[in-house]
C-alpha cells in the first residue's frame, strides 16, 4: 500500500529536496504558506502545489518520482486535498525533459485533464558561440531611443515603475524588480524614449551560474519599431564581456508578443545549444 505523507515544506530534508526538486524550479520560491507537498515513502516521489484561495486554483509546482507508479496515487491525493480546500480548478506545470514525460501526460489525460500547452520556452546558448545570421545585422534604435545601464535607473523612474507594477499594468514575471537580489548589472539594460522608460532587458544570475535573460519588456506602442531584437543582442554582448560564459532565454508564450514569440522560434532558438519548453495541463473541479 503507498503512503502518502502531506508534510511541511520546511521538514523536507535537504538531501531530498535536492533529488526530487528539478533545478527550474528555485527554492527560494518555495516559502508560502500556502505550499501543499505530498511525499510517498519518505523518498519515493515528491508533489509540491501552491493553492490559491483568490483565484480557487492549486497550482502544481513539481511532480518527481523515482518510478512512474507513484504518479497516479499521487495525482488522485492532490485532486482530494484541492476539494477539501474548496478549489475550482488544478493547473500541472511540468518540463518537456521530466523522465516521465509520456506516462504523465497520458495519465492526466485519461482522467479527463485538459491540454497539453506550451507555457514557456527556454533557450539555452554559450555566449562565445551565439552568433546567429541577424546578430551583427540589427540597426541600432533610431536617434530618440537612449540605451542605459539599468544601475543608472534614476529614483524618480524607479518609482513611476513600482508604481506600474503594483496597479498589475507590468506583468509579475516581466517585472525588472522581481528577484532584485540576483538581477545581473553587468548587462540588464533600460530603453528610454524621448526621456521616459518603454522598455528593458533585466538579467539574473542563476545558482547554476547561467544568465538568465526573462524579464523583457518593449511598450505596446513602440513595438512595430523592431528594437528588441537590438537590446537583446546588445544585452548578449554585454554578457561576452562578462565572467558568466552560459546563458538562458525564458520566455511565456502565453503572455509575450506575438511577433516577440515568433522571433524567438524562429531566429533564436534554432541557433542556440538546446531547447525545451514547459508544458501545462488543466482540470476543473
Not at 41 to 66: G, P, Q, R, V
Request: proline share 6%; with cysteine.
Amino acid at each position: 500500500m503507498t503512503n502518502i505523507e502531506k508534510i511541511d515544506f520546511s521538514l523536507l530534508d535537504e538531501n531530498l529536496k535536492k533529488s526530487l526538486i528539478p533545478q527550474n524550479v528555485r527554492l527560494e520560491d518555495l516559502d508560502s504558506k500556502d505550499l501543499v507537498c505530498l511525499l510517498v515513502d519518505k523518498d519515493k516521489a515528491l508533489l509540491i502545489a501552491e493553492a490559491d484561495s483568490t483565484y480557487k486554483t492549486l497550482y502544481i509546482l513539481s511532480l518527481e518520482s523515482i518510478d512512474v507508479k507513484w504518479i497516479p496515487p499521487l495525482l488522485q491525493e492532490i485532486e482530494t486535498v484541492s476539494n477539501q480546500l474548496d478549489l475550482n480548478l488544478i493547473l500541472i506545470t511540468y518540463s518537456s525533459t521530466h523522465p516521465h514525460l509520456q506516462f504523465l501526460e497520458e495519465n492526466l489525460k485519461n482522467h479527463h485533464w485538459k491540454g497539453p500547452r506550451k507555457q514557456k520556452i527556454f533557450c539555452h546558448f554559450d555566449r562565445d558561440e551565439f552568433h546567429p545570421p541577424w546578430y551583427d545585422r540589427v540597426p541600432p534604435p533610431p536617434n530618440d531611443y537612449e540605451e542605459f545601464l539599468w544601475k543608472e535607473l534614476k529614483p524618480e523612474e524607479r518609482t513611476n515603475l513600482l508604481r506600474l507594477v503594483d496597479q498589475m499594468a507590468i506583468p509579475g514575471d516581466i517585472s525588472p524588480f522581481s528577484n532584485e537580489e540576483t538581477i545581473l548589472y553587468d548587462n540588464s539594460l533600460g530603453l528610454r524614449y524621448q526621456g521616459e522608460i518603454i522598455g528593458w532587458m533585466v538579467t539574473h544570475l542563476l545558482p547554476s551560474r547561467q544568465v538568465q535573460y526573462s524579464a523583457f519588456y518593449i511598450d505596446k506602442a513602440h513595438r512595430h519599431k523592431a528594437i528588441a531584437p537590438r537590446l537583446l543582442r546588445d544585452s548578449i554582448q554585454l554578457q561576452k564581456q562578462s565572467p558568466f560564459k552560459w546563458a538562458v532565454c525564458e520566455v511565456n508564450l502565453l503572455f509575450a508578443d506575438e511577433s516577440w514569440v515568433r522571433f524567438v522560434e524562429k531566429r533564436l532558438a534554432p541557433y542556440t545549444l538546446r531547447v525545451h519548453y514547459n508544458y501545462q495541463m488543466w482540470k476543473n473541479l
